[in-house]
């Protein structure tokens, strides 16, 4: 199920620039997590951030969560062609951590 | 409403017994679909990954001989967990992918708990 909602839908920056994409949620959640999805392939886990944490890193990923508004955002720093794809973030809740997933953002980096 | 739906929403079943799980894309035609694997707090993992027309393309470490996928139609695909052990409880998703689309659909999941 899709409960949660990525914004923008759609995303289109030049190349170096940097993208940030927004996720917000609805319940209260056990953890957070960013994927990346290249079309006609499988998803790609990029990060997993805890309901207790509030910023992480990974190379030029940057992810912050906010549980206070129910928000999350993915910040790519200098991005390149080859970051062109969805990302979806997806929220794991409850003692059985379903897992639900927002509608993406599709991501375009101009040349 | 859904796009895509999982038939059933969750299982139990007995050691060594099989179990069928369906994927339906209900409003449009998927070239390709996905089935995904969590265990509790940690990510999806990909298993496997079908287009239209061949057969299921399996992840490294995933047996396919263990986990049927069968692509039926353009809206239905199933995974099929044979011999299931309480090692393959987990919570399964699929997901499709519309032809020319750049993002894909989730199913709700199903959540199979063996004894």
């Known amino acids: 199920s899709q409960q949660g909602e990525e914004d923008p839908q759609a995303l289109s920056i030049q190349e170096g620039e940097n993208a940030t994409m927004n996720c917000s949620y609805k319940t209260s959640i056990n953890n957070l997590q960013w994927y990346r999805q290249n079309s006609g392939r499988g998803l790609v886990h990029l990060i997993l951030?805890?309901?207790?944490?509030r910023e992480k890193h990974s190379g030029r990923l940057r992810v912050t969560l906010d549980t206070s508004k129910k928000s999350s955002s993915l910040l790519i720093t200098a991005s390149r062609a080859a970051d062109t794809a969805s990302y979806f973030c997806?929220?794991?809740?409850?003692?059985?951590?379903?897992?639900?997933f927002g509608k993406g953002t599709r991501l375009h980096i101009l040349p | 409403g859904a796009v895509v739906s999982q038939h059933p929403s969750w299982v139990i079943c007995k050691s060594g017994t099989s179990v069928k799980i369906e994927c339906r894309s209900l409003?449009?035609?998927?070239?390709?679909m996905f089935w995904y694997r969590q265990f509790p707090k940690q990510s999806l993992m990909l298993m496997a990954t079908?287009?239209?027309?061949?057969?299921?393309?399996?992840e490294q470490g995933v047996e396919k001989d263990k986990f049927l996928i069968n692509h039926a139609s353009l809206t239905l695909s199933t995974l099929t967990v044979t011999s299931a052990h309480p090692e393959d409880s987990s919570f399964y998703i699929c997901s499709v992918e519309l032809a020319g689309a750049d993002t894909q659909y989730f199913g709700p999941g199903t959540r199979l708990t063996v004894l």
């Open positions: 997806a929220t794991h809740v409850g003692r059985d951590d379903k897992i639900i």
């Open positions: 409003d449009f035609q998927a070239t390709t």
């Open positions: 951030i805890r309901s207790n944490e």
């Open positions: 079908s287009n239209e027309g061949s057969k299921a393309t399996y």
